[in-house]
């Protein structure tokens, strides 16, 4: 049985799932945005501890985001920005370099909630493999 919660203290809100079961924010379904193009997404991000030694690979794919999507916000917290998106705050999330811890629970929430979580490949995600990056 995989289970998954994040608790944001901030506004009170904890955010679970159950593989097969759906996801849940304080108790009460939650399903993704209906957002079905990028023009139309907030998308949510955030930028790697080692950002320094990676700044035109991150700035560009950053750029990339920008130019095609309504909008993109950075908030902080991976765990959260994916349960951002489970509950549709945000229509879409992507950042590089994350681990597992970062992730696990997150990814799991955001599924269940309906969000398609795969890699920058659009392989299935997995958050205990290494990410493999392309120049941008």
Known sequence: M????????????????????G??????????SEADTLIDAMLC?????????????????????????????????????????????FDGYFEQNLKPWDTAAGQLIAREAGAHVTDFSDHPFDPWMVEIRYPV
């Open 2 to 21: 995989d289970v998954a919660a994040i608790y944001d203290p901030t506004r009170r809100e904890l955010f679970t799932a159950e593989r097969g079961e």
């Open 45 to 89: 991000t955030g930028f790697p501890y080692n950002v320094h030694t990676m700044v035109d690979e991150i700035v560009g794919l950053f750029a990339e985001f920008v130019g095609h999507a309504r909008a993109v916000r950075r908030l902080g917290s991976a765990a959260i920005d994916l349960c951002y998106v489970a509950c549709g705050r």
């Open 23 to 32: 996801a849940r924010l304080n108790g009460l379904p939650m399903r993704v």
